[in-house]
């Protein structure tokens, strides 16, 4: 095996963005950053909007800096993004509107009047996705609504990495992992759920082909190779949707078992476990657990946790006001307050986009009878003890779901460096906790690439050479006697 060969990963994020080198030689994988930029969402015209022309004018500089450094020893190139956004072309392939964000308030209060028109379960039961007001199809409900001449015009729909595949090769694909998150993907018949898009009268041709990771799809447009100077490089669709790759990095022996939960933690927290099936059933549907397409055509059987977004959140407000903490400290800082004090609901419709997250969280456990957290470090406590908490109830669930004990769960992502979060995570769920990779979205994406282009055979065997190539770390549950004791008291709060 060459030790020259190099595959690129893009990997956005909904705050931002990278172009990772991967570097694979028989044995292990090295990762080297070969640019990062910022991303979020542009306020237009009262709208949120993805600036998608700056995105890939980043993506492009990425490639060019890649053709600097490892010159012609590059094999291919992938990208994945987050779920649901999407972007319309239409005559003469010309993109229609930049794609809103999934944050925009357009779909805000939207679910009551859609299920007056189809009932929930008949939705639950065609998709087996969990109900979020900003999934793909209550976006075009509410396009449709407004009368949108954009939604009128459009001859195909592209998913955000879709898109950027689409200007890669000049071909128009919707990839599987990131299809399953729109709401109006058939994850049994593996096709797109025309009778359910006809009810909405949403039209469904300008819908795609669905194509699995690890499709080639050939190689850059020629205009594309001089522009960036990379030239014979193959585009391979990775998992896209990028908690799909996350979990394609998750440093397991026991792929194709359910003894194991993954929590993909960063802006959100996506915790669930790999099925060989789709699990849809009324128990799955009261929950509001979600069956997203995985690499190697399994099934990501999960639930969206609101994540490290009440920490961001918090620290933006308190930068705007002058105080530039950084992450350490506010680690740091809730290291030193009283354990289990107050909890919040972190997956409250309150906390979704409050004018000021500190204050909501103060505002939560006064109205609740609790301790309210008065300082920075208290109100950061609150909130990585209530994700816990929220983990160990949302563990309970999928025992309950896949019928049989979990016994260790994985964390992979930008929360694994949160080490106060990972040994609360351990403490609550009374669970062995292993962290790492860090840059697990990368790293899955770099894997398929790897696999379709033969230098690895399986996804098992991807797993055995990430375990060997990045560290991870173990943590063990601790005083589970006075989490126990907490943990009732979590529960009332939000019953």
Known sequence: MPNRKNYLAVDLGASSGRLVAGRFDGNKISLHDVHRFENGGVRFNNRLQWNLPGLWQHIKDGMRKARIEYGDMIESIGVDTWGVDFGLLGKHDELLTNPYHYRDSQTA???????????????????????????????????????????????????????????????????????????????TKNDWAHNLLEKFEIPSHFLNNITPPGTNLGRLLPGLQDETGLTGIEVILPGTHDTASAVMAVPTSSTGKTDWCYISSGTWSLMGVETANPLINDRVEQLNFTNEAGVGGTT???????????????????????????WFHLVDAANKNPALAAFIDPDHTRFVAPKSMPEEIQ????????????????????????????????????????GNPIATIHIVGGGTQNNLLCQMTADACNRRVVTGPVEATAIGNLAQQLIAMGDIQSISEARQVISESFEVNTYHPQNAGQWNDAYSRFQAILH
């Not at 505002?363 to 406590?381: L, M």
Request: proline content about 3%.
């Open 109 to 187: 209060g939207i679910l009551p009047s859609v299920f007056e028109v189809v009932d929930r379960k008949e939705i639950f039961k065609t998709t087996g996705l969990q109900f979020m007001e900003l999934n793909t199809l209550y976006q075009l409900i509410a396009m449709q609504r407004a009368g949108s001449p954009i939604l009128e015009m459009a001859e195909s729909l592209l998913l955000i990495p879709d898109l950027f595949h689409w200007l890669m090769t000049g071909e128009k694909t919707n990839e599987r992992t990131n299809a399953s998150t729109t709401q109006f993907f058939d994850p």
């Open 300 to 326: 990501r059987l999960l639930k969206n946790i609101a994540g490290l977004w009440l920490i961001q959140e918090c620290r933006r407000i308190w930068q705007e006001a002058g105080r530039q903490l950084e």
């Open 363 to 402: 505002k939560f456990c006064r109205e609740t009878g609790q301790t309210v957290p008065e300082t920075d470090g208290a109100i950061i406590r609150c909130a990585l003890e209530s994700l816990a908490m929220r983990y160990r109830m949302v563990l309970e669930w999928l025992e309950e779901l896949v």
